[in-house]
């Protein structure tokens, strides 16, 4: 049995999903921990800044959901009210829509996608990907990129980025005169840079642990790079700070950012914080010349752009229930494999007894036309013995079942 079960923007605040978030260096060791400890066949992770959910085939969720608690250091009580768990069918409908970017923020998203992909690629790496999860992520990439290229699912999109800009441009009148640092370097903060450096901000900063990936981006949008060990000494000139790094623990904290407001004489700052668990400390909110938002701040901003795809989203959710139609039917069938490949076994065996005593009669000499013969009849008797006999045995309804399926079985017509 397939299933799904997790947290996300919808079901859980920040303060909750980042407590069971994982990152990306931690997920190897996640799946090897959960394989080792309970009876799960197959498991994927799925973690990012609006949900971790977690992907499996085993008996119940239960004993995952212990593990989450367990593996994360928090009580299952703590988790309950959040956690929603889906098993078959809407265990596969929720995958088809997370790929398809209509359970996410920014409904239509494509970057949900390559995250998807990339949580695949690390269990497949990890050796916890089997069959029936690995049929499951191949169709909901199938059904993502159908879903993009017949609806407009992605038109008019309001990205998180854009979302960010368009909350800046509610405190500073213009971005062209304000100086924005960008503290990370992966793909969020490149899409960022990209919204924020279009409105040609004065100066450019990136800090990021690895210089030399910072200084790629930054020379990019003819901006600088820094180390961020020397973010405390550097962000009190800026007016503008962009922040999602992958730290399991905040890196801007209070202390920090009040010894920047002092120096800047109080002049505001615009914080935005997109990473989950958070890079800047929860109590800078509370800063009276400080404007922090996260990206649970950014969903009423996003909202505005989703009257105008409800007609795709109609159209999306159709395919999807056609597409998780399609995949019931495969699970299904895979439930007979065992009983075709046991009657395969058995008549090769028949054939290959009835082949070695033809064998035989034909080294003893007899004619070739009547070992062929004989063999034809021992072999189409002994298939048809078993089911001749459970046909002549069976009664009342047991008989009119069992007659209705030879017909289909062997494709019987009435008068052949």
């Not at 996410?104 to 998203?109: D, H, L, Q, Y």
């Not at 399609?326 to 895979?334: K, T, V």
Request: net charge negative; glycine share 4%.
């Amino acid at each position: 049995m397939i299933f799904t079960l997790g947290i996300n923007h919808h079901s859980a605040p920040l303060a909750i999903r980042e407590r069971v978030a994982f990152g990306a260096d931690k997920l190897a060791h996640a799946l090897a921990d959960l394989t080792r400890s309970q009876p799960v066949k197959e498991v994927a992770i799925l973690s990012t800044c609006n949900r971790t959910e977690i992907y499996c085939a085993a008996d119940t969720p239960e004993v995952v959901i212990d593990w989450l608690s367990r593996y994360h250091q928090v009580e299952r009580h703590e988790l309950a009210p959040y956690l929603y768990t889906h098993d078959q069918p809407e265990a596969i409908r929720h995958a088809f829509r997370v790929a398809c970017g209509l359970d996410s923020m920014v409904i239509g998203e494509p970057q949900i996608l390559g995250q998807m992909k990339d949580a695949v690629r690390v269990a497949e790496e990890s050796g916890t990907l089997g069959t029936q999860l690995h049929k499951l992520f191949q169709r909901s990439f199938s059904v993502a990129k159908e879903v993009r290229s017949t609806t407009a699912i992605g038109a008019n999109i309001v990205s998180m980025a854009a979302a960010g800009v368009h909350l800046a441009e509610r405190i500073f009148e213009s971005i062209e005169e304000q100086r924005v640092i960008f503290i990370g370097a992966g793909e969020m903060i490149e899409l960022c840079a990209a919204h924020f450096c279009a409105r040609q901000p004065k100066e450019v900063t990136v800090a990021n642990r690895t210089l030399e990936r910072g200084r790629v981006l930054a020379e990019r949008y003819n901006g600088t790079a820094i180390r961020l060990d020397d973010l405390a000494e550097n962000i009190a000139r800026h007016d503008i700070v962009v922040s999602c790094t992958a730290s399991p623990l905040p890196i801007i904290g209070l202390g920090m950012v009040e010894r920047a407001v002092k120096a800047r004489r109080h002049r505001p700052m615009f914080m935005l914080d997109l990473a989950v668990p958070r890079d800047i400390e929860k109590e800078v909110d509370e800063l009276d010349d400080v404007f922090l938002y996260t990206v649970d701040d950014l969903a009423q901003v996003v909202e505005s752009g989703l009257e105008s795809r409800q007609a795709a989203v109609v159209e999306a959710e159709t395919i999807i229930a056609n597409r998780v139609e399609d995949f019931l039917a495969w699970l299904s069938a895979r439930d007979t494999v065992p009983v075709i490949r046991a009657l395969r076994d058995t008549a090769d065996r028949m054939r290959r007894h009835e082949v070695e005593h033809a064998m035989k009669l034909l080294a003893r000499g007899e004619a070739p036309e009547k070992v062929l013969e004989q063999l034809s009849h021992r072999l189409t008797n002994k298939l048809l013995h078993a089911p001749t006999q459970t046909l002549n045995s069976a009664e009342g309804g047991d008989r009119s079942e069992l007659q209705l399926a030879a017909s289909r079985l062997f494709h019987l017509h009435s008068g052949d």
